[in-house]
């Protein structure tokens, strides 16, 4: 037993001694939080609403022509502001045309943290809406709002390198619902980059007359401006 628990040690101890060696050896900085950024979007979504036949239940709506803008400042060092804005519209089966949209407003505590990786604890509103034209009957158009907690970490591996997550807990008309995303970034100079994520929202609806669930997915790639 003894032997067993120190390989585990070793397995888990020792090679994130090593990275965190690596880090310090090579004098990272932790990722600028302070810019604007914009992002081509593809989106997919899969929605169920009482309001919709069969076929579109089981059906992927692709959205492609999709734009995201996000940003964000910190402010005293430890207080970080987040904001973001996603639109996007497609078409299903060529007859119908489908539209997303959700918006983040975020503030919370920028932990100290070493030179290499940010962790912040925030709360967010965060609203969404999801849109299929037709008749009444037919269509769906609803908005999904609520107050929600989120974690996110960013971490420099490399000089000019970033990997981030950020996973977000959403009550009110989300009912629990879980978000997350993965960023990666490569700062081409000291105030511009590249970057692409994968972004995911499953949300069980409360309380809409229509809206039942939907699982929202954006794969973006985009340019960052820092300050």
Do not use: C, H
Request: charged share 20%; no cysteine; aromatic share 12%.
């Amino acid at each position: 037993m003894k032997t067993r628990t120190t390989l585990i040690t070793s397995l888990f101890v020792t090679p994130a001694a090593l990275l965190s060696t690596a880090l310090f050896a090579q004098d990272l900085e932790r990722p600028n939080y302070t810019f604007l950024e914009l992002d081509y979007v593809y989106a997919t979504a899969d929605v169920e609403a009482d309001s919709l036949n069969a076929q579109q239940n089981a059906d992927t709506w692709n959205i492609p022509e999709s734009f995201d803008l996000r940003g964000s400042v910190v402010v005293a060092d430890q207080l970080l502001l987040r904001a973001s804005y996603y639109a996007g519209e497609g078409k299903w089966k060529s007859t119908r045309d489908v539209e997303s949209s959700s918006y983040v407003l975020s503030a919370g505590w920028l932990a100290p943290t070493n030179d290499a990786t940010g962790i912040d604890i925030s709360v967010e509103y965060r609203g969404d809406n999801i849109k299929m034209d037709g008749p009444p009957t037919s269509g769906v158009d609803e908005d999904v709002e609520g107050l929600g907690l989120a974690f996110g970490v960013r971490a420099t591996p490399f000089k000019g390198g970033e990997f981030g997550v950020r996973v977000g807990w959403y009550e009110g008309d989300f009912n629990g619902s879980i978000g997350y995303r993965i960023n990666l970034a490569y700062n081409i100079v000291e105030n511009f980059g590249i970057n692409a994520f994968w972004e995911r929202m499953d949300a069980d609806v409360n309380d809409e007359p229509k809206l039942t669930s939907y699982e929202l997915n954006k794969f973006g790639i985009g340019a960052r401006v820092y300050f």
